[in-house]
């Protein structure tokens, strides 16, 4: 096993409330880029910080796994010196949140998922895992992955642009392995039962991760687990419907820890 990195990171805001938020599969930091200039920063200090594999930490070595993800994600946290802290994370991001959950739950004041892969991963029939594991080294199979988790209904240049984000952020090598340990991997058990306050975020137009798939696994894990739609998303909420976002995440988070 890898041993821990102080991920690349930035924070934002000045707040007692301490936030770690986690990216997904095709972007690094920079997917909460859209959010960022109106966070609560009184209230709540985020930590949003790059995967191995990814933007400033694209060359680093690593299992790229969600597991070695979550001993990471608590190093920063030491690092920080952030005893407790709510976590943040989007597709990808949120198996890695769950997982932090399940190493030192302790540690963990809320959990928010945004589009979150289930902690029992996500098993793709044959054809959509061809599709998938191929978008390592080919542009065209991210693209058709995005525009389909976003209904179809968005902007050819907006596809180009967020292909291009990811090309440039992620290590095809990195890319691909993350696939087998977010599909893949079920620890679902480790979180089962938790009572920490845990949302998760949809977007209506998401085939993919949808709230019928969040029916099925998140609100039967987490006994004080909450759902809501955002109708006007897709699978990147952070892009499509930024305010919304902010709003329903920021306002679970106060209420969730008084």
């Given at each position: ?56 930490a694209k060359d680093a070595p690593g ?123 079920d620890f679902h058990a480790d979180v ?67």
């Amino acid at each position: 096993m890898t041993t821990s990195l102080i991920l690349p990171h930035d924070l934002h805001g000045t707040g007692a409330h301490k936030v770690i938020a986690v990216h997904g599969w095709f972007a690094d930091r920079t997917a909460y880029d859209p959010l960022t200039a109106d966070l609560d920063r009184d209230a709540f200090q985020y930590a949003v910080a790059d995967l191995r594999g990814y933007g400033d930490a694209k060359d680093a070595p690593g299992a790229y796994t969600t597991g070695e993800a979550a001993v990471d994600l608590i190093a920063l946290a030491d690092r920080l010196g952030w005893d407790t802290f709510s976590l943040v994370g989007h597709s990808m991001g949120g198996a890695v949140a769950q997982r932090v959950l399940a190493l030192a739950p302790h540690r963990v004041r809320s959990l928010v998922g945004v589009s979150p892969v289930p902690a029992s991963g996500l098993p793709l029939p044959p054809e959509q895992w061809e599709l998938f594991a191929g978008a390592a080294e080919r542009p065209d199979n991210r693209r058709a992955i995005i525009d389909f988790t976003t209904g179809g209904s968005r902007p050819a240049a907006w596809l180009d642009r967020m292909v291009a984000r990811s090309l440039d952020r992620s290590d095809p090598k990195a890319f691909r392995a993350w696939l087998d340990s977010w599909a893949g991997d079920d620890f679902h058990a480790d979180v089962e039962g938790a009572a920490v306050p845990a949302l998760a975020v949809v977007g209506a137009l998401d085939p993919a991760l949808s709230a019928d798939v969040m029916r099925a696994t998140w609100m039967t894990w987490y006994a004080r687990g909450e759902l809501v739609e955002l109708p006007a998303a897709g699978h990147y909420a952070m892009d499509e419907t930024p305010l919304d976002l902010i709003r329903t995440v920021e306002d679970f988070l106060r209420a969730a820890t008084g």
